[in-house]
């Protein structure tokens, strides 16, 4: 996504920015991860993954519009922003608009919880009641966690373990010590896509008193922060290989990447940075390929 704009963008490229697809890949990765495992044990389903999907999509939507939308309201977004646009601060949008979008995708969130709760029960409220409360919660409400250090905590339940788990069990009904195991990678690199993010604005972010747990550990620890969250994605296939899958370790043929994006990270502030937060986006999403194919593969040689 480009970080300038233009005046002369039809409405419908507008919400286009306003979605920003290049966050979508969080929301798809942990999908995918999940389904696999579901494969694995005999479980998938094809409408309730599929119902998933989408609505881990929408969740990802809503929530990058409420951000959009409160920090907005906030004034954490200047001219001086560094990020890709954001339509509210730009006036590409008015806040009623972006409002009624934001409602309007966390209603349709809610019509596929109501599916995945009538195929899989109760749990799927709590869970997705929990999910929409918690993205509206990341940047609005009376306590926005994301502006006192706890985005990253969030990223990684939400986006890691509940994401996978939650995709696992709604095919299953069920819980799964690999699914859980198998949502921590996903958790991790996930989480360092916010911490890219939340680096490049170390500087607007503390004039605005938006108090990151980048903000608190400063550049150089938020450096230390990614470095430990790709280390901990390729540390799991590690140690579980050898009771799940030999052939999850077919996720470090993205090592490459990982390591260009840490040097990247290591050598780089501002705006640049936005090349890395779309690079392990990308990674995320190749990293979740590999290790569902290595799920996969030895499941459907095996039968």
Known sequence: MEDNYNSELSSWQVWILAV??????????????GSAVAFVDGAFQFGPALAALIAALLLQIGANLANDLFD???????VNRLGPVRVTQTGLL??????????????????????LTYVAG????????????AALAYTGGPFPFGYYGF????????????????????????????????????GFLITAILVVNNLRDIDSDRQVEKITLAVRLGAD????EYLFCMIGAYFV???IWNSFSPLLMLTWLSLPLAYSLIRFVWNHVGRPLNQALAGTGRLTLIYAALYSLGLILPAIISR
Do not use: E, H
């Open 20 to 33: 920003r697809p290049k966050t979508l890949p969080a929301a798809a990765a942990p999908v995918l991860v």
């Open 72 to 78: 907005f309201q906030r004034g954490a977004d200047s």
């Open 94 to 115: 008015s806040p009623n608009q972006v409002r009624k979008g934001m409602w309007l995708v966390f209603g349709l969130a809610v019509l596929l919880g109501v599916y």
């Open 122 to 133: 109760w749990p799927v409220v709590v869970i997705g009641l929990t999910a929409v409360l």
């Open 151 to 186: 985005g990253d905590l969030f990223v990684f339940i939400f986006f890691g373990v509940i994401a996978v788990c939650g995709t696992y069990y709604v095919q299953s009904r069920a819980w799964s010590n690999l699914a859980f195991f198998s949502s921590l990678p996903m």
């Open 221 to 224: 620890g938020t450096r230390y």
């Open 237 to 239: 296939p590690l140690i």
